[in-house]
T-cell receptor, first 115, second 114 residues
Framework: GAGVSQTPSNKVTEKGKYVELRCDPI?????LYWYRQSLGQGPEFLIY????????DSGLPNDRFFAVRPEGSVSTLKIQRTERGDSAVYLC?????????????FGPGTRLTVL | AQSVTQLGSHVSVSEGALVLLRCNYS??????LFWYVQYPNQGLQLLLK??????LVKGINGFEAEFKKSETSFHLTKPSAHMSDAAEYFC????????????FGSGTRLQVQP
């Protein structure tokens, strides 16, 4: 079946602009995660959804970052007033139940470059 | 806060040699433990995980890992490296209670020399 998909695959924007990154999880997965991976680093947690609600948003770096999952499926990560330090690969993952033992299935990521 | 340490950002082995990638976690309560692999221009893929039961876990592509509570370790091994094993490997943990998200190590890039 289809895996996790993310669009766009690449996004180049200018400092101060607004961007939206989209994630389509595996059908039926109730849990959805966003991570950010900087060059040479492991992924860092941003936010976790259980269904439509954000169960844990403690990884969001500041209030310029926001994410939604209005129907419990597709999620959008929104970044306002982008800064050069926001440049990274943004990864989305989904899992069947959100239990800690779940395997998280990752998408290919969106590479964001802020000029 | 939970942390994961992967010793060696780069590891180089010869084809056919033993692969050993090290991972240590910080918490006093053993977490759930995962190894993911990232091939060039591809997404993260689960190699194996330990949640409960037998401490030696076998995964895909001939990899295995052993959970050692006394050493707070979960090292990844493969008896004989293949050229196709060249990739970035990440150790990750999730908490048994509390945070469901993964905490990743900084990764180890494995090179396999012919």
């Amino acid at each position: 079946g289809a895996g996790v998909s993310q669009t766009p695959s690449n996004k180049v924007t200018e400092k101060g602009k607004y961007v939206e990154l989209r994630c389509d999880p595996i059908s039926g997965h109730t849990a959805l995660y966003w991570y950010r991976q900087s060059l040479g680093q492991g992924p860092e947690f941003l936010i976790y959804f259980q269904g439509t609600g954000a169960a844990d948003d403690s990884g969001l770096p500041n209030d310029r970052f926001f994410a939604v999952r209005p129907e419990g499926s597709v999620s959008t990560l929104k970044i306002q007033r982008t800064e050069r330090g926001d440049s990274a690969v943004y990864l989305c993952a989904s899992s069947p139940t959100g239990d800690g033992t779940d395997t998280q299935y990752f998408g290919p990521g969106t590479r964001l470059t802020v000029l | 806060a939970q942390s994961v340490t992967q010793l060696g950002s780069h590891v180089s082995v010869s084809e056919g040699a033993l692969v050993l990638l090290r991972c240590n976690y910080s918490s006093s309560v053993p977490p759930y433990l995962f190894w993911y692999v990232q091939y060039p221009n591809q997404g993260l893929q689960l190699l194996l995980k330990y949640t409960t039961g037998a401490t030696l876990v076998k995964g895909i592509n001939g990899f295995e890992a052993e959970f050692k509570k006394s050493e707070t370790s979960f090292h990844l091994t493969k008896p004989s490296a293949h050229m196709s094993d060249a990739a970035e490997y990440f150790c990750a943990v999730s908490e048994r209670t509390g945070r469901r998200a993964l905490t990743f190590g900084s990764g180890t890039r494995l090179q396999v020399q012919p």
